[in-house]
């Protein structure tokens, strides 16, 4: 494991856990519907893996936090 894959965990863990809690606080105190921030979380999901390209040395490191949450 590489100091970038290592960076890449870090960050992959923060923007994940990071964007559920945001989600769930708009969802709570601004009143947004489920549906609507489940699909932002998707998105925002989808849109890490240009993230997992760019950070990762080895892509299977990559692959680490998105099996996680499956």
Do not use: C, N
């Not at 990071?18 to 009143?31: I, K, S």
């Not at 947004?32 to 990762?56: E, P, S, Y």
């Amino acid at each position: 494991m590489s100091q970038l894959d290592l960076v890449g965990l870090v960050l992959s863990y923060t923007f994940a856990f990071g964007l559920l809690a945001l989600m769930e606080y708009t969802h709570r105190r601004l009143g947004w519907a489920r549906d609507l921030t489940r699909k932002i979380i998707h998105i925002g999901a989808g849109t890490w893996t240009f993230g997992i390209v760019l950070i990762f040395d080895h892509w299977w490191w990559g692959i680490v936090p998105t099996a996680t949450f499956v």
